[in-house]
């Protein structure tokens, strides 16, 4: 037995190398069944170059592959065409606004002014007065965009 060849392990490598050739060849099989796949669709596609693929939108706004008639043609002035919010028209606004100190904590530097007419209460500061009023009293005031909507300032006394 120790002067035979071990056939055992012959066998094996040249088992492994036969799966290996196989699977070699199955993979260039499969390449080449691909590509000629791929000639299949490239020969038997639809096509005919760009005029195919071109798509038109009507005068309805519908996309149609028919080319515009040129006679219905309008020519429009793209200074003419607004992008975004259209501007809004100045619109004259009394800036000064009346009202009556509807509640004001002195300790705290801050009260509410309700409006006459209306009836909205606007949040005012001390530092938004030009004089110092007090509960009840009627003011003159002014509306200014705040971080939580319109404060009054330049409040003083009316």
């Known amino acids: 037995m120790e002067g035979k060849p071990n056939t055992t392990s012959s066998l094996a490598r040249s088992s492994a190398t036969f ?3 196989e699977k070699e060849k199955k993979r260039l099989q499969k390449q080449k069944e691909k590509a000629v796949r791929k000639e299949e669709r490239k020969a038997n596609a639809p ?3 760009l005029d195919n693929m071109m798509a038109y ?4 706004g519908m996309i149609t592959d028919t080319p515009p008639d040129p006679t219905k043609r309008v ?3 793209a200074s003419e065409i607004e992008l975004g919010i259209p501007k809004r028209e100045e619109v004259e606004v009394d800036p000064e606004h009346q009202g009556k100190i509807d509640f004001f904590d002195t300790s705290k530097g801050f009260g ?4 006459n007419g209306s ?4 949040f005012v500061h001390v530092s938004g007065m030009m004089e ?8 003159i ?3 200014e965009r705040g971080p939580k909507g319109m404060n009054a300032v330049k409040v003083r006394k009316g």
Do not use: T
């Open 19 to 21: 799966s290996k050739r």
């Open 75 to 77: 020519l429009i002035d």
């Open 132 to 139: 110092e009023v007090g509960e009840g009293d009627k003011v």
């Open 119 to 122: 009836q909205e209460r606007y």
């Open 47 to 49: 096509g005919g170059g």
């Open 112 to 115: 509410f002014i309700r409006e």
């Open 141 to 143: 005031f002014e509306l």
């Open 57 to 60: 939108v009507d005068e309805n």
